[in-house]
């Protein structure tokens, strides 16, 4: 196996990436050349062994499994592989212990990914949704804390919050998050898919109970993976709502040990591996993990703290153009994306045209002009989007 080497601002496992900057990790990240190859290698040996490879990636994902527990600080066996991080919400939704009546706590602000399942939950269990608003953290922590604390007062089984905004790349308190929603009986649930791979994690340190994360953003890897995590003693209490054939004990030994062993009685796993009821994504797992190690190998704090320097370099030449960030006075509650707002009069829409026109990869999620470099990019990459925001503005039609 060929060993690929990540260095913080070289883009040279990335040869193919036609964008001059591709600021979109919060979007959707370009594969580099070493989570491609590993994906290939799965399909190669399926081309060449057919069935006999099905263990080889097992293993793998067992392994890559560690690797997960160690990104947010679990253990593997508080770790479940799941599709996507919707995925991992919609089974802790579909699988919580409700009683009807219960009430669980979810944000204004957040990606749907993150309230709908609750919802549906809401309407199968009877429960009361309550809403609270993102945007009250970005003024004033404490006072939105103290918001919370008034409706996990008035009784709630569960919060549901991303670790990091999507449109606004605010990080949130979720360590005192959690510890509010022990102190009053409830529990906390984490969308880490804006987090996971740019943001340090630790379920240990900061108490959440379940986290759920994709693949294909911070993580760098290909649409269509992720993984929940369940503290232990919370996955043991969940319904097994969402069981398939591989989430009984020895669920497959009935294919590999000979007759008899095809039964329908035999216990559902009590640990968070329940939500693997069937086959899964091989090659993207395989890809998520050469990309995993990529990341691991240079350090998720040092790569925060590239990024962070590319955001102090690019944010005030955006400030001088009349733009305003969304970007936190405190450096505990930034992220990877610096999210920023037009000066006024122009518009989002084109101008993000215009950057991917001229070879700048952006987003534009709920109107809000989004910068996410990850490791790849250089900070020589801010000059080029200076130049270009200054020939769309010199240009561009006021509304
Ligand atoms: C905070 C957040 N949660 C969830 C999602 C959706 O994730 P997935 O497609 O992995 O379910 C997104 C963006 O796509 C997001 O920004």
């Not at 693997?276 to 691991?296: H, K, V």
Request: hydrophobic residues 40%.
């Amino acid at each position: 196996m060929t060993e690929y080497k990540a260095r913080l601002g070289d883009r040279s496992l990335f040869p193919k990436l036609k964008y001059r900057v591709y600021a979109n990790h919060a979007g959707i990240s370009a594969p580099s050349i070493a989570v491609s190859h590993a994906a290939q290698s799965v399909y190669q040996d399926y081309e060449e062994r057919g069935v006999s490879a099905f263990l080889n990636w097992l293993l793998q994902r067992n392994r890559l499994k560690e690797k997960f527990a160690t990104l947010v600080g679990a253990t593997a066996q508080e770790i479940g592989l799941t599709q996507n991080t919707t995925r991992g919400v919609i089974d802790i939704a579909l699988c919580f212990p409700w009683n009807q009546g219960d009430r669980v706590i979810v944000f204004k602000g957040e990606f749907p990914a993150n309230v709908t399942p609750w919802q549906r939950a809401a309407e199968l269990f009877g429960l009361q949704v309550v809403y609270l608003n993102t945007a009250d953290y970005l003024t004033d922590v404490n006072s939105a804390l103290t918001t919370l604390t008034a409706e996990l007062k008035r009784g709630a089984r569960l919060v549901a919050v991303s670790a990091v905004e999507f449109q606004t790349g605010f990080q949130m308190p979720i360590a005192q998050m959690a510890a509010l929603c022990h102190e009053h009986g409830a529990q906390l649930f984490v969308d880490a898919v804006q987090a996971c791979g740019i943001v340090p994690l630790s379920a240990s340190e900061q108490g959440f109970d379940y986290l759920a994360c994709g693949s294909h953003k911070w993580l760098m890897g290909v649409e269509g993976c992720g993984f929940l995590y369940a503290q232990k003693d919370r996955a043991a209490e969940l319904k097994p709502n969402v069981a398939g054939w591989l989430s009984h004990e020895d669920g497959l030994g009935f294919l590999l040990q000979g007759e008899g062993l095809l039964r329908y009685d035999r216990p559902l796993k009590k640990s968070i591996e329940l939500i693997e009821g069937g086959n899964t994504n091989a090659a993207g797992f395989a890809a998520l993990e050469a990309s995993i190690d990529l990341i691991q190998s240079l350090g998720v704090s040092t790569i925060l703290e590239h990024v962070q320097a590319y955001h102090d370099r690019l944010e005030p030449h955006l400030l001088d153009r009349g733009f305003t960030s969304y970007r936190s006075k405190n450096p505990a509650h930034r992220s990877g994306s610096l999210c920023v707002k037009p000066p006024p009069g122009i518009s989002v829409v084109d101008l993000q045209h215009a950057l991917s026109n001229a070879g700048i990869s952006t987003a534009i999620p709920d109107g809000v002009l989004r910068f996410s470099p990850h490791w790849p990019n250089s900070h020589a990459e801010v000059e080029i989007i200076v130049t270009e925001i200054d020939a769309y503005l010199t240009r561009a039609p006021r509304s």
